[in-house]
């Protein structure tokens, strides 16, 4: 039985009758939707065999259009967030800097790029890379995508990283101090460490918005992407709602395996700093006894 929470207190026998209630509403009113919209796609024709059937029984449309267009995504994902957070470690330093001047600069380009939509940085860097590069046709928008993807998030972690090393204890940096390491030394060595396991998840939600603007480039900049093959697929297979739908669980499917890796190593980084727990246990038992021996000392010299 687990411990009872000091937060709030224990629901009642009617607060436990009216939780109970609420979710069966909730996953009533979830089945009447899905019925809606299932029955729908199906007054459209839209769950006939004949639409699904050439994702199970036809190799061309994973080797020739999906599996390429996951694999451009994946890359502009990973070469974006690759870039992205050491720039967004970078300027989320240079916003704590004791120096004024790179303060308001660092503030300035993060403000900056935060305030404009990543779709127009799109556009201002494709006709960048065409006007003042040597970028061919073929490659401009996927390394406009990232130009963009990572103005925009590295700009959005700077942020991140900030209120992560600030969240954390002053006494933390003062003690460092104290024992004599430089203010890269304290950074580096005691509050980045740490920050990291509080930034973790925030740094996680980036990444998946990362991965799913990636879209936005092939919606707009003809970036080969998973996104844009459904307008090939649906011209060759006339299915585009099914095709949607298998690309969006494609999406889900990614998110989800990101997530989990995430999870798993904010578990480990969050143990990293514990000893075994057994060491524990035998540290709280050695203050127990001691406590009791003191207390027994006392106890006779009264």
Not at 75 to 101: K, Y
Not at 127 to 155: I, M
Not at 190 to 205: D, G, K, R
């Amino acid at each position: 039985m687990s411990a009872p929470s000091v937060l709030y207190d224990a629901p009642g026998p009617r607060a436990r009758a009216r939780n109970v209630g609420y979710t069966v509403a909730f996953c009533l009113a979830l089945v009447a939707v899905a019925w809606f919209v299932l029955s729908g796609l199906n007054d459209k024709g839209q769950l006939d065999g004949q639409l699904w059937e050439p994702f199970v029984t036809d190799s061309r449309i994973w080797s020739e259009f999906l599996l390429p267009g996951m694999g451009t995504t994946l890359q502009a994902a990973a070469v974006a967030i690759v870039i992205a957070l050491p720039v967004g470690a970078v300027f989320g330093i240079a916003r704590l800097s004791d120096h004024a001047w790179v303060r308001a600069v660092a503030g300035v380009v993060v403000e900056f790029f935060r305030a404009i939509p990543v779709l127009i940085l799109m556009i201002f860097a494709s006709e960048f890379y065409f006007l003042f590069t040597d970028v061919s046709a073929d490659s401009r928008p996927f390394w406009a995508v990232v130009t963009a993807l990572v103005l925009y998030n590295g700009s959005v972690l700077a942020e991140v990283v900030r209120a992560g090393i600030q969240s954390l204890p002053k006494g933390q940096s003062e003690a460092s101090l104290a024992l004599g390491f430089r203010k890269t030394q304290t950074m580096t060595l005691i509050l980045l460490p740490q920050a990291v396991t509080a930034m973790l998840p925030a740094i996680v939600s980036q990444l998946v918005v990362v991965l799913k603007d990636t879209a936005l480039g092939g919606a707009l900049l003809t970036l080969p992407d998973l996104l844009s093959q459904y307008k090939l697929i649906a011209n060759n297979y006339n299915n585009t709602i099914p095709t949607l739908i298998v690309i969006a669980v494609l999406y889900i499917a990614i998110n989800t395996v990101l997530t989990q890796l995430a999870a798993r190593l904010e578990k480990r980084l969050s143990r990293r700093g514990r000893p075994p727990a057994g060491v524990r246990e035998d540290h709280i038992e050695q203050q127990d006894v001691h406590l009791a021996e003191t207390k027994t000392g006392d106890a006779s010299g009264a």
